[in-house]
């Protein structure tokens, strides 16, 4: 059974940074599509990052040069460090995860089968 769980979730001011990490189990980890989300209330969930299984990754330009999403395989680990951080990043974020490649779409929710419960992140001005 597929299982994620997100934690490093936190409050922090503007400008500060935190890590986020997503314990993934039950399956073959480096052969799956990782990505984290974000939802903040009232608004639609969007795609941050993702990292591929040939470990090539994509940002939302909302997050670039900001954001590094990497992983440990030998650790079945996601992590995503975020630095600078603004007010408009507050938002609960979730690991996602599909077997095989992100492809271009990879920022859409659909194509996503194997969720995290989430962590908040709050940044305060």
């Known amino acids: 059974q597929v299982q994620l769980v997100e934690s490093g979730g936190g409050s922090v001011q503007a400008g500060g940074s935190l890590r986020l990490s997503c314990a993934a189990s039950?399956?073959?980890?480096?052969?799956?599509?990782m990505v984290w989300f974000r939802q903040a209330p009232g608004k639609e969930r969007e795609g941050v990052a993702a990292?591929?299984?040939?470990?090539?990754?994509s940002y939302a330009d909302s997050v670039k040069g900001r954001f590094t999403i990497s992983q440990d395989n030998a650790e079945n680990t996601l992590y995503l460090q975020m630095n600078s951080l603004k007010p408009e990043d507050t938002s609960m974020y979730f690991c996602?995860?599909?077997?095989?490649?992100?492809?271009?779409?990879?920022?859409?929710?659909?194509?996503?089968?194997?969720w995290g419960q989430g962590t908040q992140v709050t940044v305060s001005s």
């Open positions: 996602a995860a599909e077997f095989w490649w992100c492809g271009g779409n990879w920022y859409e929710m659909g194509n996503y089968h194997y």
């Open positions: 990292i591929d299984i040939d470990g090539s990754t």
């Open positions: 039950g399956y073959t980890y480096s052969s799956y599509c």
